[in-house]
């Protein structure tokens, strides 16, 4: 019954497209992925026995967009129907504004302060670096997102606002700005967090500046930092090949990872829009952690 909802929600996001003649999209893929994990011993929270399993989901997104001169109205939609049989909404957010500025509002993700490139597969051994993410996006159905933007020239600034009431989640203020001269884009931002539940805020800091090769090619270096937390990533995308490196380090000898991760796309058999994609992931931890490896093989195929 709840896919039914969901399915008929996209059903009438479609119909008022249509109704305001507004410019739309639909489309659909499939990802499958058969992943292979080490062992991982006890007292670490993800102890585990080595693995092989096989998890995936299918993807319809749903989009319309409607100008009238220089203003423009614009909203996407995507379910995630999964292997497991569950299903869940990934994006669901209007867009509107002009070519000043624009008001984002919804489930989505804001601008990324530490992208790491092909992230097939990444496995940190026992501790997470933090990547400027905390309050980035897709939040849950109590939490409010609001990221007004503003655009100069090259640069875009975009002021986000996440509001929760539920006890152990985060709200607080994001600002963050993206600058790009030539093939250089330079990224920096900051976010001060506040959990729910506790009186004091934490803040954070995030900058990437990445190098944009060719069309398909790119190279990103990151950092990003919050109190005792810190990360340092480096990565590249080459056409179907990506690799990286993220490096984490905590308060604690156990709060430390460096983990290295690579992937390569391959067409199905000459198939438009299919893809496999074998991938790789190796992380060490710091003290009294298990390393921890992860391969991975993911097909693609869009509709």
């Not at 919804?106 to 992230?119: I, Y």
């Not at 729910?196 to 934490?202: C, L, Y």
């Not at 290295?260 to 058999?269: D, G, I, K, N, R």
Request: charge should be positive.
């Amino acid at each position: 019954m709840q896919n039914s909802f969901k399915l008929a929600a996209a059903a009438a996001l479609c119909a008022s497209a249509f109704a305001a003649h507004a410019e739309m999209t639909m489309d659909a893929n499939l990802e499958l992925d058969t992943t292979y994990q080490n062992k991982v011993k006890a007292p670490a929270t993800n102890a585990r026995d080595s693995d092989l399993n096989m998890g995936g989901r299918v993807e319809f997104n749903v989009g319309a967009k409607a100008t009238n001169g220089d203003a423009f109205v614009q909203a996407r939609g995507t379910l995630l129907v999964k292997k497991d049989g569950d299903s869940s909404v990934d994006d669901m957010w209007v867009q509107f504004g002009n070519a000043g500025m624009d008001v984002k509002m919804g489930r989505f993700e804001a601008m990324d302060l530490f992208p790491v490139g092909k992230d097939t597969v990444v496995e940190e051994a026992g501790y997470s670096a933090y990547k400027a993410n905390k309050l980035r996006g897709r939040f849950g159905k109590d939490s409010v997102h609001i990221a007004p933007g503003f655009n100069a020239g090259p640069a875009r600034i975009e002021l986000g606002l996440v509001y929760s009431k539920e006890k152990g989640e985060a709200r607080g203020f994001r600002p963050a700005v993206s600058f790009t001269t030539g093939p250089v884009t330079l990224r920096v931002g900051a976010e001060s967090v506040k959990v729910v539940g506790d009186s004091k805020s934490t803040n954070g800091f995030g900058a990437s500046v990445g190098y944009a090769l060719s069309s398909d090619a790119n190279i990103n270096v990151n950092f990003a930092k919050m109190k005792d937390d810190k990360s340092v990533g480096v990565n590249g995308v080459f056409g179907p090949a990506g690799i990286g490196f993220i490096y984490g380090k905590g308060a604690t000898s156990a709060q430390k990872v460096n983990t290295v991760y690579a992937a390569y796309s391959l067409p199905l058999f000459g198939v438009k829009g299919a893809t496999i994609t074998p991938a790789l992931s190796y992380s060490k931890g710091g003290t009294g952690t298990d390393n921890q490896l992860a391969a991975r093989v993911r097909i693609n195929y869009a509709f």
